[in-house]
T-cell receptor
Framework: TQLLEQSPQFLSIQEGENLTVYCNSSSVFSSLQWYRQEPGEGPVLLVT?????EVKKLKRLTFQFGDARKDSSLHITAAQPGDTGLYLC????????????FGTGTRLTVIP | DAGVIQSPRHEVTEMGQEVTLRCKPI?????LFWYRQTMMRGLELLIY????????DSGMPEDRFSAKMPNASFSTLKIQPSEPRDSAVYFC???????????FGAGTRLSVL
C-alpha cells in the first residue's frame, strides 16, 4: 500500500483567507490527482498533475507536484464558502496497475 | 450522460442479513472501482475491474464481501452476512483505462444495526 498523508486533517478559516493543503508520501507516483467531495456526494476530480515540479492553476486554486513526484500541495487564494468540502489527493503508482491510492483527506470549512 | 448510478442511496439492515449494492458505470468506461469510506479509515479501494475482469481484490476485507461484474454496464457488491462494522458509505467509480480519471457515483450509505 502506498500511503498518502494529508495535512491538516481539518481546517476552518474565514472567507477571504488563503490556505494550503499538503499531500505527502514516501512513494513515487506517476501522476497525482486532487478531488473535492461535498456532503452526500462522491469525489469530483479537480486536476491531474503528471510532471515533477508541475504547477497548475484552476481559478483561485493552485496545484503543485513535487520535483520527486512524492508530494503535492493545493493552495487556495481568497477562500469562499463554496470551497467548503473534503479535499482528497490520489496517487497513481508507477506500475501498470490502474488503481489510485487516496490520501487521508483534508476537511475544509470556509466561514462566511 | 447520467453519470455513475448507484442504488440504493441508503440501506439500513440488521446484523446477519445479506446486503447487495448496485452500480451502473458510465457507458463506454472499461474500468470500475468499489470503495468504502469511513471517518476512521478514509476512502479505501475494495476491488477494481477492467473489461469486467477483477484485477485487484486485495482490499476486500474478508470472505463476507464479494463483487461481480457480469457485463460492462452493471456491477454488484455483496456483503453476507453483514456486521455493524461494515457500516460506511460505499462508492462505485468508473473510468477509461487511460487516462484514469475516475467518476464517482453518489454512494450508498449502509447502516448495519
Amino acid at each position: 500500500t502506498q500511503l498518502l498523508e494529508q495535512s491538516p486533517q481539518f481546517l476552518s478559516i474565514q472567507e477571504g483567507e488563503n490556505l494550503t493543503v499538503y499531500c505527502n508520501s514516501s512513494s513515487v507516483f506517476s501522476s497525482l490527482q486532487w478531488y473535492r467531495q461535498e456532503p452526500g456526494e462522491g469525489p469530483v476530480l479537480l486536476v491531474t498533475v503528471v510532471t515533477g515540479g508541475e504547477v497548475k492553476k484552476l481559478k483561485r486554486l493552485t496545484f503543485q507536484f513535487g520535483d520527486a513526484r512524492k508530494d503535492s500541495s493545493l493552495h487556495i487564494t481568497a477562500a469562499q464558502p463554496g470551497d467548503t468540502g473534503l479535499y482528497l489527493c490520489a496517487g497513481k503508482g508507477q506500475t501498470g496497475a490502474n488503481n489510485l491510492f487516496f490520501g487521508t483527506g483534508t476537511r475544509l470549512t470556509v466561514i462566511p | 450522460d447520467a453519470g455513475v448510478i448507484q442504488s440504493p442511496r441508503h440501506e439500513v439492515t440488521e446484523m446477519g442479513q445479506e446486503v447487495t449494492l448496485r452500480c451502473k458505470p458510465i457507458s463506454g468506461h472499461n474500468s470500475l472501482f468499489w470503495y468504502r469510506q469511513t471517518m476512521m479509515r478514509g476512502l479505501e479501494l475494495l476491488i477494481y475491474f477492467n473489461n469486467n475482469v477483477p484485477i485487484d481484490d486485495s482490499g476486500m476485507p474478508e470472505d463476507r464481501f464479494s463483487a461481480k461484474m457480469p457485463n460492462a454496464s452493471f456491477s454488484t457488491l455483496k456483503i453476507q452476512p453483514s456486521e455493524p462494522r461494515d457500516s460506511a458509505v460505499y462508492f462505485c467509480a468508473s473510468s477509461f483505462w487511460q487516462p484514469n480519471i475516475q467518476y464517482f457515483g453518489a454512494g450508498t450509505r449502509l447502516s448495519v444495526l
